[in-house]
């Protein structure tokens, strides 16, 4: 059974949520509420929208000012990557104009296939549709998903779904009142089925299964391993040791990782600095020290060689490796 649009509609008109870029949605200020609103709450958000659009009314305003103005002025909501992107996005409206299209919209720094979508719709009226975190539960509550949405296939089926329901002609209305529907009433814990405006049409509640949609396992957390890492740069070049044939980065070269400092090579350690690196099964946290050596390099661990390397024609090194020595 499709989704019931009309009495989902109705009750978006009933009673949606009174936000300014609803009143009067410019694709400026509805691009930047939707980067804005990215892993932050709207509430939190709103007085950073009015003082962006106050400060800087067009994105020709936002792509005149410098860099630093913009994240002076983005402190406090933090993942400064967006500042940098919703700038660097401003230059590029400024030289080509504010593409129309999600084609053209994602084109943009920092713009991924929601928030193209999400401007797409309500900016510019386009029938696009909108998959965030709340339209993917509705679908699957409603359609009765029992696979993991987060399989390459399913999530495709989702997204089907998504375009399949949208009512063609007023989407950016549409997206809005789903995603609002999913935070206010499908909500992720105890959705409000006795007030739910598509109960009728909503296959889980028939079967029961509401509770269990979406279904999303737990990843089993990677086990993490804490441990030290040493470099030593000297006239003989950088200390390296290499990785037994078998198991983990298998014959690579890396600066000697030991479980401890008491264990590691050198003396005068210094510590410069953490690095993280995370493999399919487990996550390295490794703290980086700096240290003299005095003699020949001796064995650590489970090593299998070790010595002295000029870096501008390194051994075969990790990924990891790079890091230590960049940290
Ligand atoms: S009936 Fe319940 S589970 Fe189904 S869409 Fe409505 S609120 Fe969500």
Not at 11 to 19: I, Q, S, V
Not at 98 to 117: I, K, S
Not at 254 to 273: C, F, K, R
Not at 297 to 318: N, Q
Request: charged share 25%.
């Amino acid at each position: 059974m499709p989704v019931d649009r009309k009495a989902l509609l109705d009750w978006y008109d009933r009673g949606h949520r009174d936000l300014p870029w609803r009143s009067d949605p410019t694709p400026y200020g509805v691009w930047l509420c939707e980067v804005m609103s990215q892993q932050t709450r709207i509430e939190t958000m709103l007085p950073y929208w009015r003082g962006f659009l106050a400060r800087w009314p067009t994105p020709q305003d936002l792509a005149a000012a410098e860099l630093d103005e913009v994240l002076g002025a983005w402190a406090g909501l933090g993942y400064y990557s967006r500042a940098r992107s919703l700038h660097a996005a401003a230059r590029q409206i400024r030289d080509k104009g504010f593409p129309d299209t999600v084609v053209g919209l994602r084109e943009l720094p920092g713009v991924g296939p929601y928030t193209a979508a999400a401007i797409a719709s309500i900016a510019f009226g386009r029938d696009a549709a909108v998959v965030d975190g709340n339209v993917e539960r509705v679908i699957c509550r409603v359609e009765d998903i029992a696979e993991d949405p987060r399989i390459a296939a399913v999530k495709k089926r989702v997204s089907a779904h998504a375009t399949g329901w949208l009512e063609r002609g007023r989407a950016g209305d549409w997206n809005q009142a789903l995603m609002e529907f999913g935070a206010t009433v499908c909500t992720p814990r105890n959705p409000d089925c006795g007030s739910c405006p598509v109960s009728s049409s909503c296959q889980a509640l028939a079967s029961g299964t509401q509770a269990l949609r979406p279904n999303k396992p737990r990843k089993q957390k990677q086990p993490q391993v804490r441990a030290v890492a040493v470099r030593v740069a000297e006239s003989r070049g950088v200390l390296l040791a290499r990785r037994p044939e078998t198991g983990l980065l298998a014959g690579l070269w890396e600066p000697p990782i030991t479980p401890s400092l008491e264990t590691a090579p050198g003396t005068g350690h210094v510590e410069v600095g953490p690095v993280k690196h995370v493999f399919s099964h487990r996550k390295y946290l490794l703290r980086v020290f700096d240290a003299q050596l005095d003699g020949s390099p001796e064995l650590v661990g489970d090593y299998v060689d070790i010595g002295f390397f000029d870096l501008t024609e390194p051994p075969a090194l990790s990924t990891l490796a790079r890091k230590i020595l960049k940290a």
